[in-house]
């Protein structure tokens, strides 16, 4: 396995999927294959899972936290084994909304589960694959909920947590990147697109040697 494996992290309405598209342009522009892609949701199993987590709604009533849990690991393992290993395989840059690190956030942190147990059920489930970078866009729940707003876009399941709840997400990623400042680059959300992009592009230069 020799390709590149980045993702990006943060709460909702980071601005994650604009930045995570203008990378794969900048990609792409140096001849690298990219494979853009997603969790929860990211194969035609992924996206009945995620369906049933975001908006499953009355159809299944409460989702107890370790079911929940497992949900997302099982998203995980499918979509690693046959999306992210496969692409790393034939030396591809996987460019990907979401990883492990927001199960151990949103699960861990911000739920009544420990990070701990969080951190084995999906390790397992990703057979031990880490990203080589982690870009972290942070941005203060308040003004993510208000860009949210301002698109007029609906609130699912998870995004109509109350606040506190968004608060412990963000405090677990801060707690994530500064455990681990390697894999980790932590930007400003608030920061304009274009700032945000060089920012970002200058880190994974570092990585893209080819
Ligand atoms: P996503 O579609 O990325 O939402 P957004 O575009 O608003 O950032 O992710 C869906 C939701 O799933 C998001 O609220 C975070 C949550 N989530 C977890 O709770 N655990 C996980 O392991 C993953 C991958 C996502």
């Given at each position: 396995m020799?390709?590149?494996?980045?993702?990006?992290?943060?709460?909702d309405?980071?601005?994650?999927?604009?930045?995570?598209?203008?990378?794969?342009?900048?990609?792409?522009?140096?001849?690298?294959?990219?494979?853009?892609?997603?969790?929860?949701?990211?194969?035609?199993?992924?996206?009945?899972v995620?369906?049933?987590?975001?908006?499953?709604?009355?159809?299944?009533?409460?989702?107890?936290?370790?079911?929940?849990?497992?949900?997302?690991a099982?998203?995980?393992?499918?979509?690693?084994?046959?999306?992210?290993?496969?692409?790393?395989?034939?030396?591809?840059?996987?460019?990907?909304?979401?990883?492990?690190?927001?199960?151990?956030?949103?699960?861990?942190?911000?739920?009544?589960?420990?990070?701990?147990?969080?951190?084995?059920?999906?390790e397992?489930?990703a057979g031990?694959?880490?990203?080589?970078?982690?870009?972290?866009?942070?941005?203060?729940?308040?003004?993510?909920?208000?860009?949210?707003?301002?698109?007029?876009?609906?609130?699912?399941?998870l995004e109509?947590?109350?606040?506190?709840?968004?608060?412990?997400?963000?405090?677990g990623?801060?707690?994530?990147?500064?455990?681990?400042?390697?894999?980790?680059?932590?930007?400003?959300?608030?920061?304009?697109?274009?700032?945000?992009?060089?920012?970002?592009?200058?880190?994974?230069?570092?990585?893209?040697?080819?």
């Amino acid at each position: 396995m020799s390709g590149t494996f980045i993702t990006f992290e943060g709460g909702d309405g980071a601005g994650k999927t604009t930045q995570a598209a203008l990378l794969e342009q900048w990609l792409e522009g140096r001849g690298l294959e990219v494979v853009r892609t997603r969790e929860p949701g990211g194969t035609r199993l992924g996206a009945e899972v995620r369906r049933l987590l975001l908006h499953g709604g009355d159809e299944i009533g409460a989702v107890d936290a370790r079911a929940e849990a497992l949900l997302y690991a099982a998203d995980r393992a499918q979509h690693v084994s046959k999306v992210v290993r496969p692409a790393l395989d034939r030396d591809a840059v996987v460019v990907q909304d979401r990883y492990i690190d927001s199960s151990l956030a949103y699960q861990g942190a911000g739920r009544v589960l420990e990070v701990d147990e969080v951190r084995r059920i999906s390790e397992w489930a990703a057979g031990g694959l880490w990203p080589d970078l982690t870009i972290l866009l942070d941005i203060d729940p308040e003004s993510s909920a208000g860009r949210r707003r301002s698109r007029g876009d609906a609130a699912d399941r998870l995004e109509s947590e109350d606040v506190a709840f968004h608060i412990a997400v963000r405090e677990g990623f801060r707690a994530l990147a500064k455990a681990d400042p390697h894999r980790y680059f932590t930007v400003d959300a608030t920061l304009p697109v274009d700032e945000i992009h060089t920012r970002i592009v200058g880190r994974v230069a570092g990585f893209i040697t080819r």
